[in-house]
C-alpha cells in the first residue's frame, strides 16, 4: 500500500494538530496502522498503532491522555490527534502500515511492511 501522510507544521506548546494518512494501492481494511516519530539525532520511535478494525489502540507512554489515534476505513485513512503538544514531541511522524489477518497490533517499527514520506512537526517552547 502506498501511504501518503499530512498535516504538520510549527506549533506552539500546547497546541494541537491533526495528522492524516492517507493510503492507495490495497485493501486498506486488511492493514493494522502505525503512527512512529523520529526526532533529530534519535532513534526512530513508536507514537500508536490501531488494529484493522480499530478495536485495538496502544500508545507510547509519552504520549498517552494525549494523542489518539483512528481511521476510517472507507476513506482508506488513519489519523493521529496530537493535543497538549510539547517541544519534545518535535519530530518527523510517519505513518506505516502491516499487514495482518487478525485484529492484532504491533509496536516496533520492523513489523510495519509499508511507510509513508513522513510529515514534520515542530512545536515551540
Known amino acids: 500500500v502506498q501511504l501518503q501522510a499530512s498535516g504538520g507544521g510549527l506549533v506552539q506548546a500546547g497546541d494541537s494538530l491533526r495528522l492524516s494518512c492517507a493510503a492507495s494501492?490495497?485493501?486498506?481494511?486488511?492493514?493494522?496502522m502505525g503512527w512512529f516519530r523520529q526526532a533529530p539525532g534519535k532513534e526512530r520511535e513508536v507514537v500508536a498503532a490501531i488494529s484493522r478494525g480499530a478495536t485495538v489502540r496502544n500508545y507510547a507512554e509519552s504520549v498517552l491522555g494525549r494523542f489518539t489515534i483512528s481511521r476510517d476505513n472507507a476513506k482508506n485513512s488513519v489519523y493521529l490527534q496530537m493535543n497538549s503538544l510539547k517541544p519534545e514531541d518535535t519530530a518527523v511522524y510517519y505513518c506505516a502500515g502491516r499487514t495482518t489477518y487478525t485484529n492484532s497490533v504491533r509496536m516496533s517499527a520492523d513489523d510495519y511492511n509499508d511507510w509513508g514520506q513522513g510529515t514534520l512537526v515542530t512545536v515551540s517552547s
Open positions: 494501492g490495497r485493501t486498506f481494511s486488511f492493514y493494522a
